[in-house]
């Protein structure tokens, strides 16, 4: 047992005591390994790199704080290899605790890790005006093994709070988080368990991504979602948009979604990944955009010869969603939510099931699925015809804000089957619960 208070670390907010943390960590590391307790008190820090073997136990009470300076983090490493992510997936130093090809790895206590809304000063070249932003994470993991983080609570980061890149038998529970990024980031892992956790985020809660962050294409695969509540700016639990590689074996269950503007549950592949074997089961929503959103596209970035993926074997049951369809407004986390208002306000929507022409969705099945919706479509909304969405960025928001139908919206997809499944809407609605555009196999129960 390694007690950071023996390595110099200072309870005081206007100490800064990543010196102490790191000389604590480096002990573990002569020694093959050890537990580093955190005790009850207020301890600054900035980034720490980790070791093998290595356990942080928070005393309950014990928080540590991310500097306000951020100069006492680690600058972005360039990586060598070409780029088909974002930035929040192309780096790692600039976190707060770093671990690469490292392993044994666990966080837990009912202790507090809040970042306190540090934005970047510098944006990262060659990124969008809201992607430049971001500063710092909270957790990087990259090609790690055997790691854990329970019982925290984390508030407040400015870029992807857990991020775990490349990472075999990860387990996260009960954790409470409260970020303006994404909350929890499994990204071509294997093996990975969420469960018991309360997020709100800023951006989506908890999204699975296979990005092209390992310079090599790679699945995310073998990972449960189950018992979290999650409030989101964005979507609640999602798979993509980062779809180099694919999603196979996840299965999403006993979960209740809120207060989110996009989609509920989002399945995505456009970037030439494989989705293979989904289940989302026993989900109750409340005031969510749209309750799913599931899209084959083809924006394919990523390496010269990149091709549209595929995406089959999804099962969804159990679900209920329902209002009231009210605005709901995330933390105001910069201005430029602000200046991007009409492009993020809430809109309620249908659910859109799409594949593409040269490329179905195969093998969907909804059963015991009862969704309420606003309504108030007119009858000449019912001849809308909706643009195929390939090369732009996935998301409802890209069919317009026209819909012909007020429940789901089903194109392209070969194997499609419905049972048990009702729409109503609030209010009068002159269109139909569902639309049916190139489906072969339909059966409706």
């Not at 329902?322 to 201005?335: C, D, H, K, Q, V």
């Not at 997809?413 to 569902?434: H, I, P, S």
Request: glycine share 8%; charged share 20%.
């Amino acid at each position: 047992m390694f007690n950071l208070i023996d390595f110099g670390a200072k309870a005081d907010i206007n100490a800064v005591s990543t010196v102490a943390f790191q000389n604590a960590v480096d002990a573990c590391e002569k020694q093959g390994g050890g537990t580093i307790f955190v005790p009850f008190g207020e301890f600054v820090i900035g980034t720490v790199f980790l070791c093998d073997n290595v356990h942080f136990v928070f005393e309950a009470g014990a928080k540590i704080l991310g500097s306000e300076n951020l100069e006492d983090f680690a600058p972005r490493e360039k990586p060598e290899y070409p780029l088909y992510q974002d930035a929040s997936h192309s780096y790692f130093d600039r976190s707060m605790f770093v671990a690469k090809n490292k392993s044994n790895i666990t966080f837990s206590g009912f202790g507090t890790i809040d970042m306190r809304e540090v934005w970047e000063n510098e944006p990262v070249e060659g990124e969008s005006e809201w992607n430049a932003q971001r500063a710092v994470k909270i957790f990087s993991f990259k090609e790690c093994k055997d790691i854990s983080v329970t019982d925290l609570t984390l508030l407040h980061s400015t870029d992807l709070a857990l991020y775990f890149a490349g990472c075999e038998r990860v387990k996260v529970r009960g954790l409470t988080i409260d970020v303006n990024i994404d909350g929890i980031s499994p990204d071509c892992c294997k093996s990975v368990i969420i469960t018991d956790c309360i997020i709100r985020s800023g951006d989506d809660g908890i999204v699975l991504k296979s990005s092209y962050t390992l310079n090599k294409i790679k699945d995310c695969e073998n990972v449960v979602i189950s018992n979290c509540t999650v409030t989101s700016r964005c979507s609640a639990i999602k798979l993509g948009t980062e779809s180099n590689g694919g999603f196979k074996n996840v299965a999403i269950s006993n979960c209740a979604i809120y207060d989110t503007y996009y989609g509920a549950i989002s399945i995505e592949s456009t970037d030439g990944g494989e989705v293979d074997g989904i289940s989302v089961s026993n989900i109750v929503m409340k005031n969510v955009g749209y309750p799913f959103f599931i899209i084959l596209s083809g924006r394919l970035r990523g390496p010269k010869g990149t091709s549209l993926g595929s995406m089959k074997n999804i099962t969804v049951s159990n679900i209920t969603a329902s209002g009231p369809f009210t605005p709901w407004l995330a933390p105001r986390i910069t201005a430029l939510w602000e200046k991007g208002e009409s492009l993020w306000s809430s809109q309620v929507m249908p659910s859109t099931i799409t594949g593409q022409p040269d490329g179905k969705i195969e093998n969907v099945s909804f059963s015991n699925i009862f969704i309420t919706t606003a309504g108030g479509g007119k009858t000449e909304d019912k001849s809308v015809i909706l643009p195929e969405i390939t090369k732009l960025y996935p998301e409802n928001y890209q069919f317009g804000d026209k819909f012909p139908v007020y429940g789901m919206y089903f194109r392209h997809v070969k194997g499609l089957t419905l049972n048990g499944v009702t729409v109503q809407t609030t209010e009068k609605d002159e269109r139909n619960a569902f639309a049916f555009d190139d489906i072969e196999n339909l059966k409706i129960y």
